[in-house]
């Protein structure tokens, strides 16, 4: 490895290590955030302050503007959200764009083959992303889970006298999350005066759920054509809890179907590492030369295709 590959990995590995220890944590954001609310000794009267939620997509202002006004920047800020990842959208492009030089510069070091070398600088610059469509699969999933809960409390206030806002109140003071941060955030956004439609329709599109999405239309449905709201409501969870049900026997089903997809994607990942640490030469001969570059991009190709194939098998719709 040349000595400039060497000074630029620890030039960015440097720049990760003080980025992230200096970053501040949550309860010290809430204490300046706190802090700066003693310092304001009066009210502003023009109503545009102190009721939106302010959202940062980096901390350097010029970047913060930019990405402001980018659709991809808001698509990862909506996924950033949705996943409760404590990160802002330019600290997430900072970790992908680390991840992505010192993979590069060790794939190029290890495998000095040109556009293969760069591979393992693509695949660590995709793991931030990944993760965060890990939590927000593992959260979404969760919220599908304790939905019909939900829907239940809110029944069972409905019935006890409350009206909807209040019944949308206590599911988020007695449901976890995500259900209930969810829905404080719907309850909050009516006290402040948003229309109810719309702070439904927010709620369903901060978590884009089938199962949400039906009770949401339900609940317009009735609130402008009239009806028993509690028995909607009963109804309704019923339907969900059964379609819950009905989704995790599939998932049972297709268990070793998915385990055996995975272990056959990685098995050839798995090998070629192990081959390599063993006889660190052994696959040299497969980069240097053109006939084995193609094969090699073949079978990445025939691999994806696969992988295609096998979650067409497994997953299926209910």
Not at 224 to 230: A, D, Q, V, Y
């Amino acid at each position: 490895m040349s000595v400039v590959s060497i000074f630029l990995i620890l030039l960015v590995a440097v720049f990760a290590t003080v980025a992230y220890c200096t970053e501040p944590s949550d309860a010290d954001k809430r204490i300046r955030l706190r802090l700066a609310g003693l310092d304001r000794h009066e009210m502003r009267e023009d109503g545009d302050g102190g009721i939106e939620r302010q959202i940062t997509f980096s901390r350097i202002a010029a970047v913060d503007r930019y990405l402001r006004h980018h659709p991809l920047a808001l698509k990862l800020q909506l996924m950033l959200d949705q996943a409760k990842v404590p990160w802002t959208v330019g600290r997430l492009f900072f970790y992908s764009a680390v991840l992505m030089v010192v993979g590069a510069a060790l794939g190029t070091w290890r495998i000095p083959a040109g556009l293969v070398g760069w591979m393992p600088g693509l695949l660590l610059g995709a793991a931030p992303l990944a993760w965060v469509l890990h939590r927000r699969s593992v959260r979404i999933r969760r919220f599908n889970q304790l939905l019909p809960d939900a829907i239940d409390l809110m029944s069972r206030a409905l019935r006890a006298g409350h009206a909807l806002p209040s019944a949308l109140l206590l599911v988020a003071d007695e449901m976890t999350d995500p259900i209930g941060p969810e829905f404080r955030r719907t309850s909050d956004e009516l006290n402040y005066g948003l229309p109810f439609r719309e702070a439904l329709l927010n709620l369903d599109r901060r978590f884009p759920l089938r199962d949400l999405h039906f009770l949401v239309t339900a609940i317009l449905v009735q609130k402008e054509t009239g009806g028993n709201l509690i028995e909607l409501l009963d109804k309704s969870a019923a339907v969900l809890r059964s379609r819950l049900h009905l989704q995790q026997k599939v998932r049972v089903f297709t268990a070793q179907g998915r385990l055996t997809g995975g272990i056959l994607i990685a098995m050839p990942f798995i090998c070629f590492l192990l081959l390599n640490f063993v006889k660190p030469d052994y696959a040299r001969p497969l980069f240097e030369n053109e006939t084995g570059r193609r094969m090699l991009y073949g079978t990445l190709v025939a691999m994806a295709i696969g992988t295609f194939m096998i979650r067409k098998i497994i997953r299926i719709k209910v």
